[in-house]
Nanobody, 125 residues
Framework: QVRMEESGGGLVQTGGSLRLSCVVG????????MGWFRQAPGKEREFVAS????????LYTDAVKGRFTISRDNAKNTVYLQMNSLKTEDTAVYYC??????????????????WGQGTLVTVSS
C-alpha cells in the first residue's frame, strides 16, 4: 500500500498562512494525480484541490479559489498546499491522496489509497 504522511498543520489566526506538505511512499508518485481534502468536525470529507500527474492542470473547490495553491515536486514525492488568507471555516483535518485524474479526485470516493492520519489546521478569529 502507498503510504502518505501529511504535515504542516497548526493554529493560525484569521488571515494567516500555512503550507501543508504530503510525502508519498512508493515509486509511482509521478504517475498519478494528487489531491488535498479536508474534514471539519461533524462534516463529511470534502475535496479541496487537485493537480495533474505532471502539474500541468489544477482544480480547486470554489471556497478556496484565489487563496489556496496546490503544487507538487515529483523528484521529492511531495505535494504541497499553500493556504493564504485563512478563514475560520477552513478549520479541519487536511488529507492528501492520489487518483487517476485531477477531475476524478473532485469526488473523495475516487481516491486510490487508504486515508492517512491527516494534519489539523485550526484557524482562530
Amino acid at each position: 500500500q502507498v503510504r502518505m504522511e501529511e504535515s504542516g498543520g497548526g493554529l493560525v489566526q484569521t488571515g494567516g498562512s500555512l503550507r501543508l506538505s504530503c510525502v508519498v511512499g512508493g515509486r509511482t508518485f509521478s504517475n498519478f494525480a494528487m489531491g488535498w481534502f479536508r474534514q471539519a468536525p461533524g462534516k463529511e470529507r470534502e475535496f479541496v484541490a487537485s493537480i495533474w500527474f505532471n502539474g500541468a492542470d489544477t482544480l480547486y473547490t470554489d471556497a478556496v479559489k484565489g487563496r489556496f495553491t496546490i503544487s507538487r515536486d515529483n523528484a521529492k514525492n511531495t505535494v504541497y498546499l499553500q493556504m493564504n488568507s485563512l478563514k475560520t471555516e477552513d478549520t479541519a483535518v487536511y488529507y492528501c491522496n492520489s487518483g487517476l485524474t485531477a477531475e476524478r479526485l473532485q469526488q473523495p470516493d475516487n481516491v486510490l489509497n487508504p486515508w492517512g492520519q491527516g494534519t489539523l489546521v485550526t484557524v482562530s478569529s
